[in-house]
């Protein structure tokens, strides 16, 4: 073949390239669907301790989150970015402050947009300080230690209430539940595991019960985990407080519940603040008799919402129980993925604007409007239930309830 002749038919190739790449972009502008190509994948760090003493807490909060994952990528995805689906980093935090800060590290370097959890507070306390050393938003799942958002990081939200709020909710509801019982309860037991999560509360409620009318006998603090609540089941008995206030995980909460029924310790109360099985469906269900009467001032859902009544239907289908790490996660992944919609973009800064300025409101928690102030959702507040009749009630506040409290517990 002549040179001309080789250079006529390269001539012709090209001419067909040209004529085939235009064809190409009319059919797309024709289609603007084919054009506008679905996002890349948003990574999210769903952190939690799977494994070791916290782990089962650890499990149902990751359920949680993997459930609004699934739930968020088949309502097609993040729309501001294009359809863009949520692609989950799971870390496990393996129940220690060092396991949640690897973690951190490693989803730092896969590029996450934001994590979610951390479970314990000192995980929590831990793991957002080494998120805010990339500048990566980081929303709490659980944890409660107040220090979590006053340290002024500008990277760290929690969407669920601290221990001020808590223990102030707990301490007037039980004034409130004593007074209209006729004020038969006046001295009280704390009993805490010995982290940063019951350390503080055990702090706090000695400095204000004695305010509010009621005598501590005693603070008995354990290890996590603890096998054997003998020895504390007998300072109880011998001190025969009024109150016995546990806090502690859920693991140890079962089994001192269990050892004080076995003893036949029976006080007029035990109320729990934030205790680790006392609001919980697997307790009820599993120990139904050391259950029976508990109180607990915890996280809840929403009872009137029918998105939360759809989403126990959900995990019960899974033959997984409602517990509030579930139902906490669930509503943080859904928080992200509302910044990540208002930001229209997994920059982290342009992220933590949007979480900043956050009004969301399609969560499944008994919450006030959604608004941070230096990190800490202003709407978030808990509820108090009671364990009655192998069921969970709300007993305050008064426009959740479902049941009015039954105290002092009767006497077997």
């Known amino acids: 073949m002549s040179s001309a002749a080789g250079?006529?038919?390269?001539?012709?190739?090209?001419?067909?390239?040209?004529?085939?790449?235009?064809?190409?972009?009319?059919g797309a502008l024709m289609m603007p669907g084919v054009l506008r190509a679905q996002g890349s994948a948003v990574k999210?760090?769903?952190?939690?301790?799977?494994?070791?003493?916290?782990?089962?807490?650890?499990?149902?909060?990751?359920?949680?989150?993997?459930?609004?994952?699934?739930?968020?990528?088949?309502?097609?995805?993040?729309?501001?970015?294009?359809?863009?689906?949520?692609?989950?980093?799971?870390?496990?935090?393996?129940?220690?402050?060092?396991?949640?800060?690897?973690?951190?590290?490693?989803?730092?370097?896969?590029?996450?947009?934001a994590i979610v959890g951390g479970y314990g507070s000192s995980i929590c306390l831990a793991a957002s300080q080494t998120a805010a050393r990339y500048d990566l938003p980081y929303v709490v799942d659980v944890g409660v230690v107040d220090a979590i958002v006053?340290?002024?990081?500008?990277?760290?939200?929690?969407?669920?209430?601290?221990?001020?709020?808590?223990?102030?909710?707990?301490?007037?509801?039980?004034?409130?539940?004593n007074d209209q019982a006729g004020k038969p309860a006046k001295s009280v037991m704390i009993v805490h595991e010995d982290s940063a999560f019951g350390s503080g509360l055990a702090k706090l409620l000695n400095d204000q019960l004695p305010g509010r009318g009621f005598q501590v006998l005693d603070t008995i603090s354990h290890p996590t985990p603890?096998?054997?609540?003998?020895?504390?089941?007998?300072?109880?008995?011998?001190?025969?407080?009024d109150l016995v206030v546990p806090a502690n995980y859920y693991n140890e909460y079962v089994l001192l519940a269990r050892t004080m029924q076995q003893q036949r310790i029976?006080?007029?109360?035990?109320?729990?603040?934030?205790?680790?099985?006392?609001?919980?469906?697997?307790?009820?269900?599993?120990?139904?008799?050391?259950?029976?009467?508990?109180?607990?001032?915890?996280?809840?859902?929403?009872?009137?919402?029918?998105?939360?009544v759809a989403l126990r239907k959900k995990v019960e289908e899974k033959g997984e129980f409602y517990t509030y790490e579930v139902y906490m996660n669930y509503s943080c992944i859904l928080l992200v993925a509302d910044a990540l919609e208002r930001a229209a973009s997994t920059d982290r800064a342009k992220l933590i604007t949007a979480l900043e300025s956050s009004t969301f409101s399609?969560?499944?928690?008994?919450?006030?409007?959604?608004?941070?102030?230096?990190?800490?959702?202003?709407?978030?507040?808990?509820?108090?239930?009671?364990?009655?009749?192998?069921?969970?009630?709300?007993?305050?506040?008064?426009?959740?309830?479902?049941?009015?409290?039954?105290?002092?517990?009767?006497?077997?």
Request: one cysteine or more; hydrophobic letters at 40%.
């Open 7 to 26: 250079w006529i038919d390269r001539r012709r190739l090209l001419g067909s390239a040209v004529f085939g790449a235009a064809a190409a972009t009319s």
């Open 226 to 241: 603890t096998r054997d609540f003998n020895n504390v089941a007998l300072k109880i008995r011998a001190q025969d407080p």
């Open 362 to 412: 399609g969560h499944v928690m008994p919450y006030g409007p959604t608004k941070f102030v230096n990190g800490q959702n202003q709407g978030a507040a808990p509820v108090n239930t009671q364990v009655l009749g192998n069921d969970i009630q709300v007993i305050l506040p008064e426009r959740f309830a479902s049941a009015k409290p039954v105290f002092p517990m009767p006497r077997a």
């Open 266 to 308: 029976r006080p007029k109360g035990i109320y729990s603040v934030l205790g680790g099985a006392a609001s919980s469906y697997k307790f009820v269900k599993e120990f139904p008799e050391a259950a029976q009467y508990i109180m607990d001032c915890n996280h809840w859902f929403d009872p009137r919402s029918a998105k939360s």
């Open 150 to 177: 006053t340290r002024g990081l500008k990277n760290t939200f929690r969407f669920g209430p601290g221990f001020g709020v808590i223990a102030k909710t707990a301490l007037d509801n039980l004034v409130t539940i």
């Open 44 to 113: 999210l760090g769903v952190l939690h301790p799977v494994s070791g003493a916290l782990s089962y807490s650890g499990q149902q909060g990751r359920l949680g989150a993997v459930m609004a994952v699934d739930e968020i990528n088949a309502a097609g995805g993040i729309k501001a970015l294009n359809g863009a689906k949520l692609e989950p980093v799971l870390g496990d935090a393996q129940s220690t402050p060092e396991g949640g800060n690897a973690e951190v590290e490693k989803m730092n370097s896969a590029g996450v947009a």
